[in-house]
């Protein structure tokens, strides 16, 4: 089965810094694409970032390269996202995910419940 657990979000400052973390569970994260997602107030799901299976290659959304930082550790089966420099309009629900088609949409088939990022002074 399955499971995703997303922590580390809160209230944050612009310009301020926050780690995500995912406990990944029923799988072994590393021989998938795993990413991050989010979805702000009033919007649909964004892609934020990805990390591709064995390799590692790592891919970025425009509007967070070079700020954010995709990772994860294979001992541990969980993923992380280091957000550095942040701006308002990074407040969003954010989730691990499992199975995303990026196009137009984001569609995932397996999400955690999210944790919170809101940047605010």
């Known amino acids: 089965q399955v499971q995703l657990v997303e922590s580390g979000g809160g209230l944050v400052q612009p310009g301020g810094s926050l780690t995500l973390s995912c406990a990944a569970s029923?799988?072994?994260?590393?021989?998938?694409?795993m990413y991050w997602v989010r979805q702000a107030p009033g919007k649909g799901l964004e892609w934020v970032s990805v990390i591709k299976g064995p390799a590692g290659t790592t891919g970025y959304a425009d509007s967070v390269k070079a700020r954010f930082t995709i990772s994860r550790d294979n001992a541990k089966n969980t993923l992380y996202l280091r957000m550095n420099s942040l701006q308002y309009e990074d407040t969003a629900l954010y989730y691990c995910?499992?199975?995303?088609?990026?196009?137009?949409?984001?569609?995932?088939?397996?999400r955690g419940q999210g944790t919170q990022v809101t940047v605010s002074s």
């Open positions: 995910a499992r199975d995303c088609y990026v196009d137009d949409n984001v569609r995932c088939n397996y």
């Open positions: 029923g799988f072994t994260a590393s021989r998938y694409w």
